[in-house]
């Protein structure tokens, strides 16, 4: 399993076996030290250093082949890139790399000596893991496999127990949300059309709250925003809600008016004051859902816990217990229902 981004060096990362020359070599030597079968990769760069092995510049292979052999490679040499550092974590290494117009970054240690190369390729594969180990955890999956590991190698027991700590935890959790509706139950004995829409009000408080989790956690993981930007998230993530909200609000009122002719109502109820209150409640239940989905990450965060952890069934059960609050009280509000004493 993956250690934290944050504690990853830069130098577990990167290449040990890069190529490096003296600034007296030509592209001959370039060329010549690329065709050693032992160096042959997909990676097309070497490093350029000075006598007492002080980074200088990195040279293309492919620059070199287009020249006379006795040219100095330092000619083609590639001087404008900003090297990393050893103390560089490999997350923010990566994210250079990937953003850089060359497709590796030398890694230099404080005397300016060359100690790594990190090519492109290392940088996709270390994202890669990251966000195999993001989606893993977004899954309520306990314990990632390592790289050697894959869904088929592992053993049926193997699987229950990276699956089940989570999952069995949020069934309990789960509780919550049947006391809920059996506190609400003489609602539903009165108005039945109410339990025909609680199934809709669960399934769009999960997806707005995990897609709005799932934007945000990525926007962190790419440096896009931090803990300081809370104010801004929340501002944006509400004005989406609403527009969201309204859209929903529009549909609801529409199904229960114009799709709910058979169902029975009570006398003094009607189906627009029923459309009106589900559609209410459904816009709150948005709105709620799309801001617990976009601060959770960011508290995460500033917790110094995984954002991801909290963006997977977690976040389902929270939104749904929340969101069955939403509904009845804001219903049995709007629509004068009185609740049987318990």
């Excluded at 509706?181 to 004995?189: G, I, K, M, P, T």
């Amino acid at each position: 399993m993956l250690a934290p981004s944050d504690t990853v060096a830069v130098l577990s990362i990167a290449r040990q076996d890069f190529l490096s020359f003296d600034s007296s070599a030509t592209c001959g030597d370039v060329v010549a030290r690329f065709s050693d079968a032992a160096h042959k990769d997909d990676v097309n760069f070497a490093c350029l250093k000075q006598s007492d092995g002080r980074f200088l510049g990195l040279v293309n292979l492919r620059d070199c082949l287009a020249e006379a052999a006795t040219r100095p490679a330092r000619e083609m040499m590639i001087d404008d890139v900003t090297p990393l550092t050893e103390d560089t974590t490999a997350e923010d290494a990566a994210r250079k790399v990937l953003r850089t117009r060359v497709h590796c970054l030398p890694v230099l240690d404080k005397a300016g000596r060359i100690r790594g190369l990190l090519p492109d390729q290392a940088a996709y594969q270390f994202m890669f893991d990251m966000a195999d180990e993001d989606a893993a955890k977004m899954a309520g999956i306990v314990g990632v496999a390592h790289d050697h590991d894959n869904y088929m190698n592992l053993t049926i027991w193997q699987d229950y127990r990276r699956r089940i700590p989570w999952i069995f935890g949020l069934a309990v959790a789960g509780l919550a949300a049947g006391l809920v509706v059996h506190a609400y139950e003489s609602a539903l004995d009165v108005l039945v059309i109410l339990a025909l829409y609680m199934p809709m009000i669960a399934d769009t408080g999960g997806n707005v709250g995990t897609q709005s989790a799932s934007l945000i956690t990525r926007a962190i993981s790419f440096g896009s925003i931090t803990t300081l930007d809370a104010g801004r998230v929340l501002w944006r993530e509400l004005r989406v809600a609403l527009l969201v909200a309204a859209t929903l609000f529009v549909f609801t009122y529409l199904k229960v008016y114009f799709l709910s002719n058979g169902a029975e109502i009570p006398m003094g109820l009607g189906l627009n004051d029923i459309g009106i209150a589900i559609g209410v409640a459904i816009t709150v239940q948005v709105v709620s859902a799309t801001l617990i989905g976009a601060v959770l990450p960011v508290v995460s965060v500033a917790l110094r816990q995984d954002p991801a952890v909290v963006s997977g069934p977690a976040l389902t059960t929270i939104v749904d217990l929340t969101g069955l609050l939403i509904y009845f009280s804001v219903t049995t509000r709007l629509l004068g229902i009185e609740l049987a004493p318990a």
